[in-house]
């Protein structure tokens, strides 16, 4: 399972993410949207907005945080 988040460093919604996943064991790769205009650009694409985070789970997009839902997407995977 590949795991991408896109996230900016102090968004609260995107330190919540990264602490569930980590309580969950959930490896990803965390990409950073003020870094990298290309990590930004890519989530437009994928999400049609700006908001973070940005959860792709082998290309299926979820925009912000909402537990139960990501908890079925990460199911659906194993």
């Known amino acids: 399972m590949d795991v991408k988040i896109y996230v900016t460093p102090t ?3 995107c330190i919540k ?3 569930w996943l980590k309580k969950k064991k959930v490896a990803y790769q965390e990409l950073d ?3 990298s205009d290309t990590y930004r650009d890519l ?4 999400s049609w907005q700006m ?4 959860i792709d789970i082998d290309g299926k997009i979820m925009v912000g945080f909402k ?3 990501l908890e079925e997407m990460l199911k659906k995977k194993k």
């Open 67 to 69: 537990e139960k839902e």
């Open 17 to 19: 993410l990264k602490e």
């Open 43 to 46: 989530i437009i694409q994928k």
């Open 11 to 13: 968004g609260q919604w």
């Open 33 to 35: 949207v003020i870094e």
């Open 51 to 54: 908001a973070v985070p940005v």
